[in-house]
Nanobody, 121 residues
Framework: QVQLVESGGGLVQAGGSLRLSCAAS????????MRWYRQAPGKPRALVAT???????TYTNSVKGRFTISRDNAKNTVYLQMNSLKPEDTAVYYC???????????????WGLGTQVTVSS
């Protein structure tokens, strides 16, 4: 059984910072891409940032220069450092990983349950 568990969300004032973490646990063989998505009220879930297994990262335009995605492969953990936060960054942030479990060795998509980020103006 594989689980992704996010942490680090909370309430912050505009201009502030938060660091999200997502740890993958269970019977994991290998992790490929890891991603952060977010879903604001009344809007569809949207991709925020991606990091490959080799460390290449990409971002949606609205967070470039403010957010940084990183990962610790030894800990099966991905991070999202969020600086200069804006009220429009308010959303539930979800971790996503493409990984192969030891049980099946097939690549599958896994999701965390999400963590709330609220930015006040």
């Amino acid at each position: 059984q594989v689980q992704l568990v996010e942490s680090g969300g909370g309430l912050v004032q505009a201009g502030g910072s938060l660091r999200l973490s997502c740890a993958a646990s269970g019977s994991i063989f290998r992790i490929n891409d890891m991603r952060w998505y977010r879903q604001a009220p009344g809007k569809p879930r949207a991709l925020v940032a991606t990091i490959t297994s080799s460390g290449t990262s990409t971002y949606t335009n609205s967070v470039k220069g403010r957010f940084t995605i990183s990962r610790d492969n030894a800990k099966n953990t991905v991070y999202l450092q969020m600086n200069s936060l804006k009220p429009e960054d308010t959303a539930v942030y979800y971790c996503n990983a493409v990984l192969a479990s030891k049980a099946t060795s097939n690549w599958s998509n896994y999701w965390g349950l999400g963590t709330q980020v609220t930015v006040s103006s």
